[in-house]
């Protein structure tokens, strides 16, 4: 008897959507086979590839040459028999296999994220590695590949199983010795499994204290581009992303919303947001613009203060973000300043590249390079819950161990709920909505 869940047979596309030179077209679930009959083809042996004529089951005419991978479950990517169609990527044929497909009446066309979710379900992936793989689909940069990679190949899963599986064991000791209850509990029982306890939390302690490295690097580093206005903001945002995506002009107070460049940083995915000019506003909308770009410089990884050369007036940066700010001098074109660090024009392409490369020790410092680290708050926020759980039991009385065997229970429960292993259902639906079909 099949599990409901994987009654239907699904099918979709799996490359991008759109015209290409090849449309890979995956069909998986318990009739997964059937294409044999749809289709009047052989299947290979599972894991091998062939090439086989598809054809018209009604019209008996030829559809398309295509290559055929034929996956027998479990060891397939949904744990599920898996069909894989390569055929031309032309519209009038995928149209015409999708017809053919919705005809049988256990095939649906999948849902987004719903062979991830399959896999999931029959234990192939468990949801960081899910979240690994949708993280990996996504990734723009180098090291956002390498992060998801790892991600997805289980680094994170390891670390947070071992973990689990060393509180499961304190834990199944501790309830023994509740289970004998009338007689003496050796000491040093509660006290080995203390030592335990204490250097798990040591390592999610060392875990949780990575400055955010690891959802930096997912989510991008955040620049902002910031100082009095008319020092050429918007000028350098248009110049480091080669575009014209802001209005530059010499009227003080051109720049009122904050506009995002998104760039690669040797690797590193940085966000960099132009903002406008800081000064007393003269209308209400400029002021609005002001709070925005002060909340903006709040929030940012690094800011970029800019100071112009050939101006005799320059508000220097804020007390309050002072550690986190780079003072680049603008204009050198028409004033050189003494003794600056950085100094450039956009107009001459001149100390670009030396910003760029201050930008770049930043983000690197800022970001994950190697190692685990948290990628998301959804673990964060289960990590910090353990170890809470872990504190209180290292602060209770180490004799009560009901009370012990109780925070332990809470702290399995959390370091389960990050990989799925158990009471996930609620999260399915927050994971896999960011999955598109055919994923
Ligand atoms: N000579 C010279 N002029 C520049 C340079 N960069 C910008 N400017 C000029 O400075 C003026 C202001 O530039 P913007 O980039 O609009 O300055 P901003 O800081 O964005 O100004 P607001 O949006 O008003 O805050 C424009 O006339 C630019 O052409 C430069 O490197 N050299
Ligand atoms: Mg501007």
Redesign the pocket.
Known sequence: MYNPINSKTIYALSSAPGKAGIAIIRVSGPEAEKIRHLFSIDLPESKKIQIAKLVHPNTGDFIDKALVTFFKSPNSFTGEDMVELSVHGGKAIKDQIFTILSSEENFSYAEPGEFTRRAFLNGKLDLVEVEGLADLINAETEFQRKQAFDQMDGKLSNLYTKWKSQLVKNLSYLEATIDFVDEEIPPEIVLNQIKDIREVLQELDTHLNDSNKGERLRDGFHII?A?????????????LSNRDI???????????DSLDAYLDINGFPVIIT??????KAKTEVESIGIKKSQTKMNEADLILW?M?S?SEKNDGVPDNIRDKSVEVW?????ATPSNKEVI?????D?GITQLIDIIGKYVEKGCRTEGSFITRSRHRDALEKTKKNLLTILESDLLDVEVIAEELRSAVNSLSRITGHIDVEDLLEVIFKDFCIGK
Not at 249 to 254: H, V
Not at 274 to 279: F, L
């Open positions: 581009i100082g009095s206005p008319n020092t050429g903001k918007s000028s350098l945002l248009n110049h802001a209005i530059v002009s010499d009227e003080a107070g051109t720049t009122r132009d903002t406008a000019g800081i000064r800019l112009d050939s603008t204009k050198s074109d028409i450039i024009s956009t107009k001459k001149e």
